[in-house]
Structure formats: structure tokens, C-alpha cells
């Protein structure tokens, strides 16, 4: 289709969960620095989608993992993007077995391209994570809700940080589609 639009966009999910993010943390030499954890193994996923030359994203939370939900989530971006005939989107994934399966049906006008096995660098989706795991450091949720509700707020925030986000995952050798 020479006469489409081409984008190249990149697509990974991340597992979070009641089991908290732990980081260091600097206190002064007369405290002592506590970390409250109540060690619970529920999950969710965020599915994060960018478009590295622009710094777009597109956030979905779900909770779990799975061809059926690949597909749903493809389906609403392209729907979203405007995505067919006129507009191509190249998306960049990892080998996962739900987004490579044949029972899933790719929406017209989104093409995968998956990346080498056990290659998490040169996915730029990957450099999302420390972006949205940051209100969730070192915090213990009471439920899954609680959770949703902050990634909720901070994948709403990183929409309009662009810059830092192309900063971020535009690797200097990513492919530059011309229409």
C-alpha cells in the first residue's frame, strides 16, 4: 500500500500487583526506614502501547493476559488511531504466546513484527515501566481497585509528557516510516 500512512509503534504488558514495588529510599542517620508489605500475589496488566517518534501512548488496564484480550485491545487502538487502509501501523512485540497465536485476528491495517526471543532491550514499550511504576513504589495497596485507581491517574498523566517519553524509547537506530 504505497499510498498508506506508515507508523511504527511498540506494544508490551506489564504485570503488576499487591505484591509491592520496593526501592531504596534516602532517610537522615537518625531514622529508620520502614516499608510496609502485606505480601499478596493478586494481579492486573498494564498494556502499554508508544509511538517512540512522537512520544503517544495508549494505556489499557486488564486484568490478565490473554490472546482474546490482545485481540479486544488491538482492535480499540485501531479503532482509536484511525488505524486501515490509509493509516499502517508496524507494531512492535515481544514473542509472548498470546500475541503471537493464530486464533487472533489482527485488525486491517496493523501489521506485528516480533522482536528476537529474551531481547526486553530492544523494546521500547520496556522503558514505560519505571515511568508507571513510580506512585506505586513503596506503597502497599488494600485491594486491586485501590492500585487501578493510581495507575489509572499516572497513565493519564504520562499522556501529555511527550517529550519524555520520546526521550525515552526513540532509540536512535528506530525505524523512521515515510508515507
Known sequence: NPSSD?????????????KPVLRPEWVDEFSN?????????????LYGFVHPSS????????????????ER??????RH???????????????????????VKIPDGIHLYCLPSHSPELQPAERLWPLTNEPIANRCFKN????????????RKLLNLK?????????YWWPEAKA
Open 33 to 45: 526506614a520502614t516499608a510496609v508489605v502485606n505480601w499478596r500475589f493478586q494481579w492486573l496488566w
Open 55 to 70: 512520544g503517544e501512548t495508549y494505556w489499557w488496564i486488564l486484568p490478565f493476559v490473554n490472546s482474546q484480550l490482545f
Open 6 to 18: 506508515v507508523e511504527v509503534w511498540s506494544m508490551d504488558e506489564h504485570r503488576l500487583g499487591l
Open 144 to 155: 486491586l481497585d485501590e492500585l487501578e485507581a493510581v495507575l489509572f491517574e499516572r497513565c
Open 73 to 78: 485491545v488491538l482492535e480499540d487502538f485501531a
Open 81 to 103: 488511531w484511525k488505524v486501515g487502509p490509509k493509516k499502517r501501523v508496524v507494531l512492535v512485540v515481544d514473542g509472548a504466546g498470546w500475541h503471537l497465536s493464530e486464533s
Open 163 to 171: 517529550q519524555l517519553i520520546s526521550g525515552l524509547t526513540h532509540f
